[in-house]
């Protein structure tokens, strides 16, 4: 069975940092693309960094240059770095393979930026 767990969200003030984990069971993690997702209030979720097997990365234009994604395979856990954290960057946050596969959303984790 597998499972995708998020952790790490919480409340920051605008200009602050977080750092989300995304364990992963039940799939041979290092094989896949991944990717965390956001949902804000009312509207789609979005992808917004990926991370290829092989390390690639590619992000959204909006949090280009402040978000860092990576991965450990040996842990078989995704990371989210976030820093220059905007008020438009609260969401519940996801992670999930890319392209997503609908069965593996979880709970998410949720990141508020307000002041």
């Known amino acids: 069975q597998v499972q995708l767990v998020e952790s790490g969200g919480g409340l920051v003030q605008p200009g602050g940092s977080l750092r989300l984990s995304c364990a992963a069971s039940?799939?041979?993690?290092?094989?896949?693309?991944m990717g965390w997702y956001r949902q804000a209030p009312g509207k789609q979720r979005e992808l917004v960094a990926h991370i290829t097997s092989g390390g690639g990365t590619n992000y959204a234009d909006s949090v280009k240059g402040r978000f860092t994604i990576s991965r450990d395979n040996a842990k078989n856990t995704m990371y989210l770095q976030m820093n220059s954290l905007k008020p438009e960057d609260t969401a519940v946050y996801y992670c999930n393979l890319v392209p997503s596969t609908r069965r593996y959303w979880g709970q998410g984790t949720q990141v508020t930026v307000s002041s």
């Open positions: 039940g799939i041979i993690f290092s094989i896949n693309a």
